[in-house]
C-alpha cells in the first residue's frame, strides 16, 4: 500500500499547490540566479581588470538587478489580468452568475475576457429561461391539479345525482368543490323562490360571516338583478380587469369579505333557477377563462341536479299509489276527499272520513325491527283493502296511518265499520320468524262527516286526527267519532 502521508509531503513541497503569484516570484528568482552570475563572472575575470574599472563590480551588479527587476514588472503586468480573470471565473463559477469580468487588456487576454463573460450571460440567459420554465411547470401543474381535484367533484356530484341523493347533499358537495378552486374561497349555491324575486342561499361553503350565509338577494334590484337578463349563461364578474362600484356591490364585498366576485346562472330549460357565487380577497386578480370554464361545468351540474328535483317532485305529485302498501297515497285522498265533500255539499249527501293509526307502531319497530314494522303494515293495508265496497277509497295517510273516504254512508255508519275493521286488525297473527311467538296489533281511529265535521276535506282531516288523539288518551284500540 503506497504511504499516503509521504505523497501528501512531497505534495505540499512542490508547487502545485501555491498560487500564481508565488510561481512568479519562484520563477523571478531562478531566472535571476544564473544572470546574474555570468554577469558577476565575466565583469570580474575579463572586463573590469583590462579598463581598471575592479571598483564598479556593485554598479554592475545594480544595474543586473534593475534589469531583472524591470522583467518582474512586465512579467507581473502580463501576468495580473490573468490572475484578476482567474478570481473573477472562480466567483461565477461559485454562482455569481451576476458578475462580469472588465479589463482594459487587448490582445489574447482580452480576448479571453471577452469569451468569459459571453460564456457568463449565456449561463444567465439560460438561468433565466430555466427559471421561467420552472414558473410555467408549477403553473402548468397547479393548472392540471385543480382540473384533476375539479374533475374528481364533478365524478363524485354525477354519482350523487345518479343515486338519486336529495337535493341539498348534492348541492352542499358541489359548493364544497368550487371553494377548492381557488384556495378555499368563499362559496356559495342559491336557488331562486317560489315567487322568483329572491336568490336563497342552498349551500354554503368556506363563508365566514353565518349572517351572510343566510341573507337572501334581491332580483330586483341591486347587483344580482342582472341576472334577470343573463338567462343565456352571461356571468357578472367583478375583478381587476371588471372593476365596479356601486352600493349593493360594497355592500357583499363588506359581507363576505371579498374584493373580487364572480356569478355565474343556474339555467333549467331556458329558465333561472337559481346561481353560482364564488369571490375572494387577492389584489390585482382577474378571473382567467379556464375559471368560468370551470364554473360553467359546474352551474350545468347543478341544473341537472335541480331539474332532476323538480322532476321527482312532479313525479311524486303524479304518484297515487303507496310503494309499500299498493293502498292510495296521501295526496291522492286527500284531493279525492275535497271533491267529495264538495259533491256531498252540491247534493246534499253525506261523506264520511276515518283515520286509522297503529298503536305503539315506533316501539314494536324498536323491538322487533323495520322489516316486521312493514310486514304490519302490509297485512293491515290488505285487510282494509278487502273490506272497503268499489266505492270506497283506502290510503296509506302516513307512516303508520290509514285512511279511508266513505262516499253516501254518515256518521254513525262509519263508526259501524271503524269497529268492525278495529277488531280485524286486533285479531290479525302477526308471527315473529326467530320466536314464532304471536303478537297483536290495535289501531285508534277517529271518524268524521260532512258537514258535521267539517265542510272541507282539512275539517274533516283535523277533526279526525283531534278524535285519533282523545282515542289514545283514553287507552288506545278505540274508535271515536
Do not use: W
Not at 534589469?67 to 507581473?76: D, F, M, N, Q, T
Not at 352600493?247 to 333549467?268: M, T, W, Y
Not at 368560468?292 to 323538480?310: G, P, R, W
Amino acid at each position: 500500500m503506497p504511504n499516503t502521508n509521504n505523497k501528501g509531503f512531497m505534495h505540499n513541497l512542490s508547487l502545485v499547490p501555491a498560487g500564481l503569484r508565488y510561481k512568479l516570484m519562484i520563477v523571478f528568482c531562478l531566472m535571476s540566479i544564473i544572470p546574474l552570475m555570468i554577469t558577476v563572472y565575466i565583469a570580474t575575470n575579463f572586463v573590469f581588470p583590462y579598463i581598471g574599472m575592479t571598483g564598479s563590480l556593485g554598479i554592475v551588479i545594480a544595474i543586473t538587478i534593475f534589469i531583472a527587476l524591470l522583467g518582474l514588472v512586465l512579467a507581473k503586468k502580463m501576468i495580473e489580468p490573468i490572475i484578476d480573470i482567474a478570481i473573477e471565473a472562480k466567483l461565477i463559477a461559485g454562482g455569481d452568475f451576476e458578475r462580469s469580468i472588465e479589463t482594459k487588456e487587448e490582445g489574447e487576454i482580452g480576448d479571453l475576457a471577452f469569451s468569459l463573460n459571453t460564456m457568463t450571460d449565456k449561463i444567465r440567459t439560460n438561468l433565466t429561461e430555466l427559471k421561467s420554465y420552472g414558473d410555467k411547470t408549477r403553473e402548468i401543474n397547479a393548472e392540471i391539479h385543480r382540473k384533476v381535484m375539479a374533475l374528481s367533484g364533478l365524478l363524485q356530484i354525477g354519482n350523487l345525482i345518479s343515486a338519486g341523493t336529495e337535493l341539498k347533499a348534492v348541492l352542499d358537495i358541489l359548493a364544497e368543490k368550487i371553494s377548492l378552486l381557488d384556495d378555499s374561497c368563499p362559496a356559495i349555491v342559491m336557488l331562486i323562490d317560489s315567487d322568483r324575486d329572491y336568490l336563497i342561499p342552498y349551500a354554503t361553503a368556506d363563508v365566514e360571516n353565518p349572517e351572510a350565509a343566510k341573507t337572501s338577494f334581491s332580483l330586483k334590484r341591486g347587483f344580482f338583478a342582472r341576472l334577470r337578463t343573463n338567462v343565456h349563461l352571461k356571468d357578472i364578474i367583478i375583478d381587476s380587469e371588471n372593476e365596479q362600484q356601486d352600493e349593493h356591490i360594497d355592500l357583499i364585498r363588506q359581507s363576505f369579505g371579498i374584493k373580487n366576485i364572480a356569478v355565474v346562472p343556474i339555467i333549467v330549460r331556458g329558465n333561472l333557477e337559481g346561481a353560482i357565487f364564488m369571490g375572494n380577497s387577492k389584489d390585482n386578480f382577474a378571473y382567467k377563462r379556464d375559471d368560468m370554464e370551470l364554473l360553467h361545468v359546474f352551474s350545468k351540474q347543478a341544473a341537472i341536479a335541480v331539474e332532476n328535483d323538480l322532476l321527482l317532485k312532479k313525479t311524486e305529485e303524479l304518484e297515487i299509489k303507496d310503494g309499500l302498501t299498493q293502498l292510495y297515497n296521501a295526496k291522492f285522498i286527500k284531493d279525492r276527499l275535497e271533491e267529495e265533500v264538495r259533491r256531498g255539499m252540491i247534493y246534499q249527501r253525506p261523506c264520511s272520513f276515518i283515520l286509522f293509526d297503529v298503536d305503539d307502531f315506533k316501539p314494536f319497530c324498536d323491538k322487533h325491527g323495520r322489516m316486521a314494522g312493514e310486514a304490519v303494515l302490509k297485512k293491515i293495508a290488505k285487510l282494509i283493502s278487502d273490506e272497503i265496497t268499489p266505492v270506497d277509497r283506502a290510503g296509506r295517510f302516513g307512516e303508520d296511518e290509514f285512511a279511508l273516504i266513505l262516499p253516501e254512508r254518515n256518521k254513525k255508519e262509519s263508526k259501524d265499520i271503524a269497529e268492525e275493521l278495529k277488531q280485524k286488525i286486533s285479531e290479525l297473527h302477526i308471527v315473529r320468524s326467530e320466536s314464532k311467538d304471536q303478537v297483536s296489533i290495535t289501531v285508534s281511529a277517529g271518524v268524521g262527516e260532512n258537514p258535521i265535521d267539517g265542510i272541507s276535506a282539512k275539517e274533516l282531516i283535523d277533526k279526525a286526527r283531534n278524535l285519533v288523539k282523545q282515542a289514545k288518551e283514553e287507552g288506545k284500540n278505540t274508535v271515536k267519532a
